[in-house]
Each structure stands twice: as C-alpha cells, then as structure tokens.
C-alpha cells in the first residue's frame, strides 16, 4: 500500500487550493459556502462533512477516495492524540478489523 501524505487534511485542501491558484474567496464562491468555514476546515479548527471532501475532491479533479482516506486518518489520528495508550489502541484496533472482515467474509 502506498503511503498517504503526512500532511494534515486542512493543509492538503489548501495546498489544492492555492495550487490551483484560487483566493479563498473564489474557491468559496464556486464551493458555495462560506469563506470562513473553508479557512477554519485549512486550519484544522473543524471537520467537514464526508459529503463535502467528495465535492472538494471533485471540485479539484483528484480521486474522493484517497481524500476521503487522508481526512478520515486525521479523525483517527485526532483522536489517538488524545489517548495515552494511543498506538497499543491502534494496533488493537488494526487486529479488530482483520477480525470482524474474515468474520463477516467467512
């Protein structure tokens, strides 16, 4: 598996955006929403929705997949943070999976 950009989801978007050459403002107009949500979402200070990484991802031409993964790894990441424990739980987590998809499969 190829190894995904370490770069946060807030700071990737506005990579994508200023690569492009966009101000916020016209990135804003053409995403239909509010200039100051979009900077809050560079910022790493809120979470768009699923809905709103695949209209970002289309807006971009990139693939929704791999968007929708980089933002969901920061939720992830985000939240082990937070943990003391935080890779024991990821790894514990990874196992779970494994488990529950030949579970699921068998």
Not at 33 to 40: E, M, V
Not at 70 to 76: A, C, K, T, W
Request: aromatic share 8%; no cysteine; charged share 35%.
């Amino acid at each position: 598996m190829k190894r995904q950009s370490l770069t946060s989801f807030g700071e990737h978007i506005r990579s994508l955006r200023e690569t492009a050459g966009l101000s916020l403002r016209q990135a804003t107009a053409d995403l239909q929403i509010d200039p100051s949500l979009l900077a809050k979402y560079e910022r790493n200070e809120r979470q768009p929705s699923k809905e709103f990484v695949k209209q970002i991802a289309d807006y971009y031409g990139i693939d929704s997949k791999k968007l929708l993964t980089q933002f969901l790894s920061d939720q992830i990441a985000y939240k082990m943070l937070e943990e003391e424990e935080g890779l024991e739980i990821l790894k514990v987590a990874e196992e779970k999976v494994s488990y529950l998809k030949n579970k699921r499969n068998g």
